[in-house]
């Protein structure tokens, strides 16, 4: 007859392995919340993924395992390998530096699918038959990056479905690990170039005039709203031949004539920024020459002509040149918008337009001149296709008798200069209102001539 304690026995070896289960138990959840803090707080992709072979042999009773991820070029690297046992884990790297050798100079055009196959069968050749081996893949975004190998060389050692299930969910952590960091790249990525857009615009913006000259009987009122940060419309104020010995007006004499231009570069965003800085800085080149405003596009087309052909992109334009003695206004056309022109006598508009193309377009093209007398109360109003392109919830266009009409009542109604260029603004925000659009730059220059001191 067995003794007492013969009999209980069987119940201390159950509750021991009850307990050796639990302290299991706990350790592969200490393992995998730690692993799960480290994907939370990690600053440093390759300092996680140091983790990631540790963690897997440690959580399976492994004896090692081993990270292998695929480079963008195709290239197959070992990426991290942990051993528990030292004396074995050279010959481990060795085995696994050949793998991937073989792999990156042979197969690196092949498909992920024959490529993750031709991986498992070599590693498991080089480690030997006697290595109880398992491997799974790193999928980001359903898309192999790599696979995870952890390897045992104990005899009783077997793959159980839970211990398959411990490496994947090891496996889904480093493939969450690689796309948050990748995420995090091209956010910075993102925040440098929305930063760059703002100095560009910010550049731009200080090079629109900043304040309005004084032109003698004259009163000006300017404004330029960007689609993007950066916009292609730009507008200027040019004194035409500035005399350097008059330190009274350096930025020309309010008695002296003055060029007032307006442009537009098709497109928007910072190649049409670009292209809006050189032909600002070339303008004014030939503005302070001398020449007449036919010869001033025609010289600017000549100069321009080579880099926007290879742009694709081409420039609109309107020059004009104001006598404030006598109120003579001669100007030249590049297929810009035609300014309007409100004749306060005749309470009528009228289009300012003369033959001529595109800068940039044709290396010949040649450019027509006109002049009109304008007289007190006369008001002229530049733009640019941002107002007339601007759409309705319906699809309608604002177009240019819409904005005629918006003029003409403003210049009715006897507003200032700045009052018109506001109420033209709120004219097209109430149009498009509801679900239209005004996806492209809007620009605004409107010229008044006082009238005369009752």
């Known amino acids: 007859?067995?003794?007492?304690?013969e009999r209980i026995t069987p119940v201390i070896a159950l509750k021991e392995l009850v307990a050796r289960l639990q302290r299991e138990q706990h350790k592969v959840h200490d393992l995998l919340s730690?692993?799960?803090f480290a994907l939370r707080s990690f600053?440093?992709?390759?300092?996680?993924?140091e983790l990631i072979p540790l963690v897997a042999s440690r959580v399976t009773d492994a004896d090692g395992g081993a990270l292998i991820l695929y480079k963008p070029d195709g290239q197959v690297k070992l990426h991290q390998l942990h051993c528990h046992r030292d004396r074995n884990c050279q010959d481990v790297r060795s085995a696994l530096e050949k793998v991937v050798h073989q792999i990156s100079v042979g197969d690196a055009t092949t498909q992920l699918s024959a490529?993750?196959?031709?991986?498992?069968?070599?590693?498991?050749?080089?480690?030997?038959?006697?290595?109880?081996?398992?491997?799974?893949?790193?999928?980001?975004?359903?898309?192999e990056r790599g696979r995870l190998y952890v390897f045992s060389r104990q005899e009783d050692y077997t793959w159980t479905e839970t211990r398959q299930k411990l490496i994947r969910l090891v496996a889904d952590q480093t493939a969450v690990a690689i796309d948050n960091d990748e995420l995090a790249v091209k956010l910075r990525k993102k925040e440098r170039l929305d930063r760059e857009l703002e100095i560009g615009g910010?550049?731009?913006?200080?090079?629109?005039?900043?304040?309005?000259?004084?032109i003698a009987g004259v009163k000006l009122a300017a404004r330029c709203k960007t689609a993007d940060q950066v916009g292609g419309d730009y507008y200027d104020f040019?004194?035409?031949?500035?005399?350097?010995?008059?330190?009274?007006?350096?930025?020309?004499?309010?008695?002296?004539?003055w060029a007032i231009a307006i442009g537009d570069v098709m497109g928007k965003g910072v190649p049409a920024g670009l292209i809006m800085t050189m032909t600002r800085g070339m303008l004014r080149g030939e503005v302070f020459n001398g020449y007449s405003p036919s010869k001033i596009l025609q010289h600017l087309n000549w100069a321009m002509y080579a880099d926007l052909e290879n742009s694709h992109r081409f420039v609109t334009l309107f020059y004009a040149e104001y006598d404030p003695?006598?109120?003579l206004l001669s100007y030249s056309n590049a297929a810009h918008n035609p300014p309007l022109l409100w004749q306060a006598r005749e309470k009528t508009v009228q289009r300012l337009d003369t033959s001529g193309m595109l800068i940039g377009l044709a290396p010949d093209s040649q450019y027509g001149v006109d002049r009109v007398q304008l007289q007190p109360g006369d008001m002229l109003l530049?733009?640019?296709?941002?107002?007339?392109?601007?759409?309705s919830a319906t699809g309608d266009r604002f177009d240019e008798e819409n904005l005629i009409e918006a003029f003409q009542t403003a210049c009715q109604r006897d507003y200032a200069a700045q009052a018109t260029i506001d109420h033209i603004f709120d004219c097209v925000e109430e149009f498009v209102a509801g679900g239209g659009s005004s996806q492209d730059d809007m620009t605004l220059v409107v010229m008044q001539v006082e009238p005369p001191t009752a």
């Open 202 to 214: 910010e550049i731009q913006q200080q090079l629109l005039p900043r304040q309005f000259p004084t």
């Open 1 to 5: 007859m067995p003794s007492a304690t």
């Open 34 to 36: 730690s692993l799960g």
């Open 43 to 49: 600053n440093n992709l390759n300092q996680f993924l």
């Open 325 to 327: 003695k006598s109120r």
């Open 382 to 391: 530049y733009y640019t296709d941002g107002f007339t392109d601007a759409a």
């Open 238 to 257: 040019i004194p035409v031949a500035p005399d350097p010995k008059d330190t009274n007006y350096p930025g020309g004499h309010p008695e002296g004539k």
């Open 115 to 143: 490529l993750s196959e031709s991986l498992d069968t070599q590693v498991q050749s080089d480690l030997g038959e006697d290595v109880q081996l398992f491997g799974t893949p790193i999928l980001v975004k359903r898309v």
